[in-house]
Structure formats: C-alpha cells, structure tokens
C-alpha cells in the first residue's frame, strides 16, 4: 500500500468506536504523529499504559502465537515487509492492529473484538 492509498483509508479520532484505541490515540499516538513525541518516548509511554504485559518492538517476522495476552508488538515500516503484515493481522491471536503507515502495533486483548485501526494524524 503507498502512502496515498493509505491517507484515504485511515481515519483520525472521529471514526473510532472503540475505547481503549480511541484513549491512545488521543493520548500517545496522534501526538507522536505530530511530532510532539520521539518514538523512544512513545515506547516509554506504552510501557507505562500496557505495564501488565511487554511492549516488544520487531524488525522481522515472528509467530504470534508465542505472543503473551498484554503483550504489545511495535513493527517499525510495517509496508517493508506487506506479505508478513497482512498476515499478522489475519492471524487468530492477533486481536486488534493499529496502522500508522510507519508503524505498526499489535494487541492480543482476548476482551475486543477482532479489528484494525488505520490511523492518521488529526
């Protein structure tokens, strides 16, 4: 997907109905996509949010499956690798994927329905 492709698909806060997606993207991700966090301080503040699990970020592929239930995968330029990406988000134990075009995140919340988000910046 090009990044034009992208844009027309992706939403802001407006078209988010659920919750927990809606809260971090309010709070962490549209600001990182403005430019008001470094992406070490967005994997600091993840950190803080999901401490019950592990926030993990991966250069290449890797079975979900052996993913903990809190644990959060970041996937820095998802778009490299398209093949692998589109099957995480079809894999079973991948519950919902958040999109930012140059980055990726991965949940395996077994409470929320399957989905994936594709967000840009307000």
């Keep these: 997907m090009n990044r034009l492709q992208f844009y027309f698909k ?21 600001p990182f996509l403005k430019g008001q966090f470094t992406y070490e301080q967005l994997v600091e503040e993840l950190k803080k949010r999901y401490n019950e699990g592990k926030i993990i970020e991966m250069s290449s592929e890797f079975e979900p499956a052996q993913m903990t239930l809190n644990d959060v995968i970041l996937i820095p ?12 988000k079809s894999h ?31």
């Design 10 to 30: 992706a939403q802001t806060a407006h078209g988010l109905h659920s919750p927990s997606i809606y809260a971090l993207y309010c709070e962490l991700l549209n």
């Design 92 to 122: 079973p134990a991948v519950i919902q994927t958040v999109d930012l075009f140059d980055l990726g995140l991965v949940f395996f919340k077994p409470i929320c329905p399957k989905q994936n988000f594709y967000l840009r910046k307000m």
């Design 77 to 88: 330029k998802p778009y490299r690798n398209e093949p692998f990406w589109n099957s995480l």
